[in-house]
Every structure is written in C-alpha cells, then in structure tokens.
C-alpha cells in the first residue's frame, strides 16, 4: 500500500506528466452513450479528477445510439468519444471519423434474445423464427450480431422482418407483451431477464461475430490536435486499469453512473457486464492494432463489419481498414514516458 507521502509524489509526477494541466485545461467534446459498459472509464475520470491531470476540460454530450452520434459529427457538437463498431465504419464513410482504439469486446453482450415461454420450443426448432418480427435498432453492433445468429441457427439473414426501435422501446414492448423476439445489447439484455423473463437465444459471441466497441475522433481534430487526442485516450486508458485494480469501487460507481443514466441494473447484472466485456490496456491495444502484411487483428474485426453494413445496402462498399483505422495516438501515449505512466499506472497493482 503506498504511503500518503508517495500519494504526494505521484501526485506531483502526473502534474509533471501533462504540462498543460498546469495551464487553461484544453476543452474538448467527448460523445458517448449513457448507462453503457464502456462509457465508464469517462465516469471515472470525472469522479477522480483526472481530465484535469492532463490539462483536459471535457465537455459531454450523450446519444441514445451510435447513428445519431455520427449523424452529429458534421456539426462539430462533439471531437472525440466512444461508439460502436457500425457507427464507427459507417462514420468513416461519411464524416471522416477515424477509429483510434477499442472500448471493449462486447461480442457476448450484443444478443437476440425471445420472451420465456417460448424458448424452448424455438431453442429446438429455430426454423420457427422464419416470418417473426424481431425487435431491434438497425446500423447497430446487435443488427450484426443478430443477422449473424440467424445464420449460426440455420436460417438466412434477412428470414425474420427487422422492426427497428430505440432500446428503450424495445424494453417496454417486451415488458408489455407486445412482442416475442428483440435484438438488444447490455445491459438491455439483463433489464429484459429480469422485468420479461426474457432468454438469450444467441449471441455475438455465439455467432463469432467479433463486435469491438471503437473509440474515434473527428479526422479534422485529429489533425490540428493530436496531443489532446492522446491525452484523451490516456484517460481512457487509465480507467480500465483503475477498474481492474480496484473492482469493488469500480462496480459502486458503475451503477451509480448508469443510474445516472436513467437505468438501475442490479448487482448481479453489473457483475455480469465485467465479467462478459473484455477491456485492452495500452500494451493489449497496441498489439491487436500492429499491422503485419495481412493488417491488424482491429483491421480483421472491422472489415467483417464493413462488409455486413455493405451486403445490407447501407454503404455502397467496404472501405479499406488502414483507411479509417490508426494506432499512431496510442503510440503517442506509449511514446511519452510521463503519459504512458499515467495511463498504465494500476496495471501491475
């Protein structure tokens, strides 16, 4: 346990690590999705103070999915944040948003998932589904995944008819009985266990359809401020290896931060987002981004994803990974001694 003394010196050593923090802190808009998983490094950060260690003055602004989150990109509402892997390509289609790392793994989280009472007849003869109606909100990481269940259970991937809806009105659709089959991702997955006695039918995970959640950046604010951007991502970055050094707290202020949201989840559901949701450290990001001569393993994950949103029209081609896709910041982060430290800090802890 480190004393109040080395409490002090770390203290002066993250001052010493963002020189700016000891001038004006930079402002910089930060977009992300409430009461999500990945969203809670930046809860972290605001409850710790660490913006301000490395001279960020974050200003939030929140969407209830990715499209819209994109769709806000021209008006410069926001510079960096977190998405999910559709919003993010169909970004960098249409807005120049570049993927800078990766939120998390939530390839188990991104689910079809049907009311109780008919699991087990469906679970048995998925050929049932064919015609259904299934609940979910199209150019989405849970569209991907469940096409891709539809697939993995023997059916094609346009053989139910797709309604597309908010999350939250799939939730209460569900919790009236006004309908059977929903494509969610958590922690709506958990709400529809408890309040519909919903089941997952299939996941991403199930399906191997990898769905990385990116985290992005304007192409422009990349350009004229690259430093912010990888202070930015250290941040990031420090919350997750806070988080997994301290678990205890990191589940307390979880669920504080999804209340905040709107959206109580229980204890066990906020056990289950941890347990579900691999996270990258700063080490692990740059080794799934390195490109060999076939790409990155980012690059693999990404180009699966582009080719789903083009075979559903929403794009009229794949776009090429290393066009969209960039480690340079967080070689930035590791490059800078001081930066790399307050991001990897809890790491060995």
């Known amino acids: 346990m480190r004393t109040i003394f080395a409490g002090f010196a770390l203290a002066a050593a993250l001052m010493g690590a963002a020189p700016a923090s000891a001038q004006t802190p930079a402002p910089i808009g930060v977009s992300y999705q409430p009461s999500l998983y990945w969203a809670l490094p930046f809860h972290y950060a605001n409850v710790k103070g660490w913006w301000k260690d490395v001279g960020l003055a974050p200003n939030f602004t929140t969407f209830p999915a990715g499209a819209p989150q994109i769709a806000a990109a021209p008006s410069k509402s926001w510079d960096v944040g977190g998405t999910g892997s559709v919003p993010a390509v169909l970004g960098a289609v249409r807005f120049n948003i570049l993927t800078i790392g990766i939120t998390n793994d939530e390839s188990k989280t991104n689910a079809m998932m049907v009311r109780g009472e008919r699991f087990d007849a469906i679970k048995a003869n998925p050929q049932l589904l064919k015609g259904q109606r299934l609940l979910l909100t199209t150019n989405s990481t849970v569209d991907y995944a469940s096409r891709k269940c539809l697939v993995k259970l023997g059916l094609a991937a346009n053989d139910m008819q797709f309604v597309n809806l908010g999350q939250a ?3 209460t659709a569900l919790t009236s009985n006004n309908g059977d089959f929903a494509g969610v991702w958590a922690p709506n997955t958990y709400t529809l266990e408890e309040r519909a006695g919903a089941r997952y039918l299939c996941s991403g995970g199930d399906a191997d359809a990898i769905v990385p959640g990116a985290l992005i950046v304007r192409g422009d604010f990349a350009k004229e401020r690259p430093d912010e951007v990888a202070k930015f991502l250290a941040v990031f970055l420090r919350g997750w290896s806070w988080a997994k050094a301290n678990p ?24 289950q987002e941890f347990a579900l949701r691999p996270t990258f450290g700063l080490d692990e990001q740059l080794k799934i981004m390195a490109r060999g001569a076939a790409g990155s393993t980012v690059d693999g994950w990404f180009s699966e994803i582009g080719k789903f949103i083009t075979e559903v029209g929403t794009i009229p081609s794949n776009p090429d990974a290393k066009g969209y896709i960039t480690d340079d910041f967080l070689k930035r982060v590791a490059a800078d001694p001081k930066l790399k430290a307050f991001a990897t800090e809890f790491d060995k802890k």
């Open 169 to 171: 009105q799939i939730i």
């Open 248 to 271: 205890a707290e990191a589940r307390t202020l979880a669920l504080d931060f999804y209340k905040q949201g709107g959206l109580e989840v229980s204890a066990r559901a906020m056990d």
